[in-house]
């Protein structure tokens, strides 16, 4: 059982740059300390580390230089931003069944100064041969696809697309942690922003970052007695779709959508009991904001191509740090310590009230989700 | 540098469009007929109605040999003079998209006005570092709009860096896959087929998720569909590849899905599409009638006299020594010329009462003296794509519209 079980105890992260002149490891180190200061948990209480895929901040190089000891939870997830939350089920899985007592997951790269994941340079794997050869090759170009046929299916303009990033440069302004503080955009920036894949412009696609951040989970009732109030994993859900692929599931009958975060969904309000109109905040996984439109629809904030609607109505707090498009992209890993401050009352632009915060992670791909409360 | 090569785009753009320039001559007979000679255009109906073939309304307002002044006041002119400055001093056309209005009659005097649309660059490529600069022109009769052009020009440093010519993401074939592979090879688009239950599935792989059965076949498909979606690829750059890049997610007509580079149709979900393949890749094209092939010998008589007909007297177009200086195998076609043989390839199929009403080209691999230029094309609706390929590859790629 996830349900209230364990929490998160601790989150902690470096400056969000594009060039932070260290190792992606140090990052990561950084990050991890932090997170356990927070907390009031020292190194030595570290029994479990859970991460991403695509990087070389293994469990054991983190654990040897924050002075960690035995480790009995190693674990890593695939499918790039998918992994977000769901590094946080699997150290709630771990709590849970008693395997482990204090988890640190983290995420750290250097992906404006190190590897981009942007650049078109990619050798193509088997599936990536059906689509990076003929020009398919950079996670834009791949959105794109799924857009256009968005667009064509609902009636929808771009103009949507560029309130979502409008509203993430808004929330971003007034966040010192973000890259753009202080910078907010008009939807006019919007359509004057050079294509990258059309129907995708400049704007449309979230920043390229260097940073880390770090979340400490442990049991909810030891969480308790930490130093600061928990944040109560309500739900934590992983989903993968029928015939899924890395960014390109353009094979079953849908293309403009993403039955992964439907799986993802059924399972948070299952989970949790409760249902959309309860959440106060959402922290939507925005590396491209066609997707935020898609994901509403798929977690029930509204039907089918009425994203859009939400977004222009501003009927929900949607990602109130600015998110990726206007903090950083540290694969939504800076999302959920966004979620964790909003249900502390510690956010920069606070959402009032004491419901529920809803996190996802990257789409496209195998996703995950969260739901986060007090105690 | 680089900021001072875009305050001066900044400031040129910002200018707007020139003043009208008048061309030196009216449309004449003369110009005309060195034209259709030098293309190797028999079609009678520019004699006979006194017109002007479409493609020859760059010509009219080309500076020739020796301009009388300087005019720094034409967007390309000022624009080419900051990049001569800045050592970007060579210059190649890649694209021309031109609209007719209508036909120019003989005795009519032309004058264009230009804007400058875009600066790009630094950019690396296969010449070389350079920038690539956008216009628009407006040919005017007395105030009347005649004609329109979009003109893209590559201005580059010759041979000043090595370009590190990055090839093109090639395809992995798998034991699963090979067989798709093959098919691209031997010309023909595969679909995996169940040996047991007949579902039909792509992408492949070794198990059928319909049956479960490991018996995976194939069947050649017929190569027709429908566009789903599609992306225009602008950034970055793709290795080896020509920004933008057109990709069409397409429903075939067996019903599986499958994407491709979209070429020579304009793009939109539902348009009907026929496959074919190119560098080793299965690419979209128009479906409808193919246009016999037609094979030209380009000799150096071709190309200077056409450059000369074309009122085009770039070096490259006429000195082999120069062009080889300026990095080049030997001389080369120039833009107007391969605009012209592009429309002479269309008439002489759509017959001389054709009425043409834009040419749309993007140039790839130079043309040179002695290569072999082999046009195809394929018509559909009042749309014909058009390709003409050397050995060395595509020279030029394009769309002609013609009046319905």
Known sequence: MIARSAAIAGIGATEFSKDSGRSELRLAVEAVRAALDDAGLRPSDVDGLTTFSMDDNAEIAVAREIGAGELTFLSRIGYGGGAACAVVQQAVLAVTAGIAE???????????????????????????????????????AQVAMAARRYLHDYGATTDDFGRVTVAARRHAAT?????????????????????????????????ESDGAVALVVTAAERARDLRRAPAVVCAAAQGSGPDQFVMTSYYRDEVAALPEMGVVARQLWGQSGLTPADVRAAVLYDHFTPYVLMQLEELGFCGRGEGRHVIAEERLPINPHGGQLGEAYIHGMNGIAEAVRQVRGTAVNQVPGDGPVLVTAGTGVPTSGLILSGA | MTETIEAAARRIAEAGPSPARPARDPVNRPAIRDWLAAIGDANPVYERDGVAPPAMAQVWTMRGLRPAHEDLDDPLRGMSAVLDEAGYTSVVATDCAQTYHRYLREGEILAVRGRLTGVAGPKRTALGEGWFVTTESVWEVAGEPVAEMRFRVLKYRPGASAPVRSEPIRPVAGPDSAFFWAGVEAGELRIQRCGECGALRHPPGPACPACGALKPEYVVAAGTGTVHSYVVHHHPSLPGRRSPVTVALVDLDEGVRMVGELRGVHPSIGARVQAGFADGLPVWGPTGVELPSWELAVTPTVIISSALATRDFQDVHHDRDAAVRRGSRDIFLNILTTTGLVQRYVTDWAGPEAVLRGIEIRLGAPC???????????ARGDEVAVVGRTATGEHVSGIVRVAS
Do not use: K
Not at chain 2, 368 to 378: I, R, V
């Open chain 1, 102 to 140: 204090t988890v640190v997951c983290y995420r750290a790269l250097n992906e404006r100064s190190g590897r981009r994941f942007g650049q078109a340079n990619t050798p193509p794997g088997l599936d990536a041969s059906w689509h990076y050869p003929m020009g398919l090759a950079t996670p834009a």
């Open chain 1, 175 to 207: 966040n010192p942690a973000a890259w753009f503080y202080g910078r907010p955009i008009t939807l006019e920036d919007h359509r004057a922003s050079r294509w990258i894949a059309e129907p995708l412009r400049l704007l449309d696609c979230c920043q």
């Open chain 2, 368 to 378: 040179y003296a002695y290569d072999t230029l082999t046009f195809t094309g394929q």
